[in-house]
């Protein structure tokens, strides 16, 4: 076998075990979520497949609580946007098989050309309408159908691998930016979401004007302090990149050899 055929395998393994592992996360921290019953923060985790509750295994408030694992900090998390206007966060896979609609699906009413609400003659309920922006549905689909992108990526490091034509080296390229593809998202993610707090109607809520969340690092917003930092699996997605420039190298090297 050949070093960059080494290399590139390495590369796929991490490729694989990055699915599955958690690439980043956010915590939030206020007086009011004390350290002695969230030592994290209120956190969340994000994978390529979806976006996790982070505080699995602390011992939060029991009304908060999902199992005995600890409470899902997601719930709150949505709870704590969704009083400054923000929408619902998009979850991916991590969404419950029995919802009609996933959790981030906002509606309103519907309204006749007077502005009056329209009502279902079988129900007499006010009849509801579909208003989630498209830009979250894009961005929840690209959670929910990455097993078909990953797999598209270790297809691609294949041919890399094994087929032994000139321009094939560009087949590398494709696993080799898999922490770009997340940072791309998640970054024009955070953008939309602090440019959109229109959700309770009228544009900003409660004083909160557009930002931009933080990105990496800790920031403030209102009186909670916001920290976003890579976990380990982002750092498994860098070393696909390093060992995959590494084979297109030795690869390149290879060919002009011949």
């Not at 098989?97 to 050309?113: I, L, M, Q, S």
């Not at 989630?132 to 690209?142: A, E, H, I, N, V």
């Not at 992108?149 to 080799?176: D, S």
Request: with cysteine; hydrophobic share 40%; proline share 5%.
């Amino acid at each position: 076998m050949k070093k960059y055929q080494i290399f590139s395998g390495i590369g796929l393994v991490l490729l694989i075990i990055a699915y599955f592992t958690p690439i980043w996360w956010v915590a939030l921290q206020s007086i009011q979520y004390p350290k002695t019953m969230y030592p994290n923060g209120i956190r969340i985790e994000f994978k390529y497949n979806g976006v996790y509750n982070g505080c699995a295994g602390q011992q939060e408030r029991s009304e908060l609580a999902a199992d005995q694992a600890g409470a899902d900090c997601l719930i709150e998390m949505n709870a704590i946007n969704h009083f400054i206007g923000m929408y619902g966060i998009t979850q991916g896979r991590n969404t419950e098989a029995h919802r009609e609609y996933p959790v981030y699906y906002t509606f309103d009413t519907e309204k006749d050309a007077q502005g009056n609400e329209i009502k279902d003659p079988e129900t007499g309920l006010p009849v509801k309408i579909d208003v989630t922006p498209g830009f979250l549905k894009g961005l929840d689909s690209l959670m929910v159908y990455s097993p078909y992108f990953f797999a598209l990526f270790f297809l691609f490091g294949l041919l890399f691998m094994f087929t032994p034509k000139k321009l094939n080296f560009a087949y590398g390229l494709v696993p080799a930016f898999l922490p770009f593809y997340f940072l791309g998202g998640y970054i024009s993610g955070l953008y939309w979401y602090g440019h959109h707090l229109g959700l309770h109607g009228g544009g900003a809520f409660g004083g909160i004007n557009e930002f931009m969340p933080t990105v990496f690092g800790e920031g403030k917003v209102a009186q909670f302090v916001t920290m976003s930092y890579p976990y380990y699996g982002f750092f498994l997605t860098v070393g696909t990149t390093i060992l995959f420039i590494l084979a297109i190298l030795m690869k390149r090297k290879e060919l002009k050899e011949k």
